[in-house]
């Protein structure tokens, strides 16, 4: 499987930014997908997963405010990120758990595909 991230950049404290993934090469509806994040000098941290039901759990500091969806006809996953933080300024990875397991884990060693990060930076 192979993830493409996009759509980081520059914003403002409390704005919105969405961040999107697109996989191929593999069985999209068959994995758990999610993102992770990581500044640096600083280990990767969970923020959210979604498995191929819809089920979701995220991190508790961006709990209310990221929103994780995927799309099976377009193999795509985004998450939706509302009321940005200077705390929440990171490379966002894309990752892929691996197939046919529909269990969502919060470690990163769980899972198996990762895609090459998307800067967001927010600040004033």
């Known amino acids: 499987v192979q993830l493409q991230a996009s759509g980081g950049g520059l914003v403002q404290p409390g704005a919105s930014l969405r961040l999107s993934c697109a996989a191929s090469?593999?069985?999209?509806?068959?994995?758990?997908m999610g993102w992770f994040r990581q500044v640096p000098g600083k280990e990767r941290e969970f923020v959210g997963a979604?498995?191929?039901?819809?089920?979701?759990i995220y991190a508790d500091s961006v709990k209310g405010r990221f929103t994780i969806s995927r799309d099976s006809a377009k193999n795509t996953v985004a998450l939706q990120m509302n009321s940005l933080k200077p705390e929440d300024t990171a490379v966002y990875y894309c990752?892929?758990?691996?197939?046919?397991?529909?269990?969502?884990?919060?470690?990163?060693?769980?899972?198996?595909?990762w895609g090459q990060g998307t800067l967001v930076t927010v600040s004033s």
């Open positions: 979604i498995s191929w039901s819809g089920g979701r």
């Open positions: 090469g593999g069985t999209f509806s068959r994995h758990v």
């Open positions: 990752t892929a758990g691996p197939e046919g397991r529909g269990d969502i884990a919060t470690s990163r060693n769980w899972y198996t595909y």
